[in-house]
T-cell receptor
Framework: DAGVIQSPRHEVTEMGQEVTLRCKPI?????LFWYRQTMMRGLELLIY????????DSGMPEDRFSAKMPNASFSTLKIQPSEPRDSAVYFC??????????????FGPGTRLTVL | AQKVTQAQTEISVVEKEDVTLDCVYE???????LFWYKQPPSGELVFLIR??????QNEISGRYSWNFQKSTSSFNFTITASQVVDSAVYFC?????????????FGGGTRLMVKP
């Protein structure tokens, strides 16, 4: 079975440009998570969805970041305008249940974003 | 205070040595889950194991074993007869019951280097 799919795998852009990261969760999974990984802060949860509805976006760093989940098989994380400090690896993860603490999250391969 | 502490930031061993990665957690919940993930040099996050707070039995999977001790709030991971392919960053994570949904709190990770 296919795992979580993320695209692009690598993105290099210039400061001020809009960046869109994409994620396809595992089929049948009800919850989707966006994380950011940096050397300084480790893995941080940005936002998560359950049944396509955003549940908690308190981890989104600022208004430049937005996330959507228009349907059960697709989500986007958008940064507009991008800044060099946004450079990080962005992971998408999905889990099968309804936000139960018992669920295992399965991660995608990540998107390495570099903002020049 | 950190909820998940991986005090060893980096460990270096020679192939075939046994190595233990420490994980100490903090929670007030009586129901919770603990996880280990592996992040190889290629960058993806790979799920290894999930353990619930009511099951203190040790788990063994091939060369991998996990020791869960509630008395010391620890969930340590041992690799027996390490191999070069075990080189990776390993993350311990906590998922708490109550109203936390299945938000994962990650430790800072331990980088394991296995030298031939």
């Amino acid at each position: 079975d296919a795992g979580v799919i993320q695209s692009p795998r690598h993105e290099v852009t210039e400061m001020g440009q809009e960046v869109t990261l994409r994620c396809k969760p595992i089929s049948g999974h009800n919850s989707l998570f966006w994380y950011r990984q940096t050397m300084m802060r480790g893995l941080e949860l940005l936002i998560y969805f359950n049944n396509n509805v955003p549940i908690d976006d308190s981890g989104m760093p600022e208004d430049r970041f937005s996330a959507k989940m228009p349907n059960a098989s697709f989500s986007t994380l958008k940064i507009q305008p991008s800044e060099p400090r946004d450079s990080a690896v962005y992971f998408c993860a999905s889990s099968p249940g309804r936000l139960s603490y018992t669920d295992t999250q399965y991660f995608g391969p990540g998107t390495r974003l570099t903002v020049l | 205070a950190q909820k998940v502490t991986q005090a060893q930031t980096e460990i270096s061993v020679v192939e075939k040595e046994d190595v233990t990665l420490d994980c100490v957690y903090e929670t007030r919940d009586t129901t919770y889950y603990l996880f280990w993930y592996k992040q190889p040099p290629s960058g993806e996050l790979v799920f290894l194991i999930r353990r619930n707070s009511f099951d203190e039995q040790n788990e063994i999977s091939g060369r991998y074993s996990w020791n869960f001790q509630k008395s010391t709030s620890s969930f340590n991971f041992t690799i027996t007869a390490s191999q070069v392919v075990d080189s990776a960053v390993y993350f311990c994570a906590l998922s708490e019951g109550g109203n936390a949904g299945n938000m994962l709190t990650f430790g800072g990770g331990t980088r394991l280097m296995v030298k031939p």
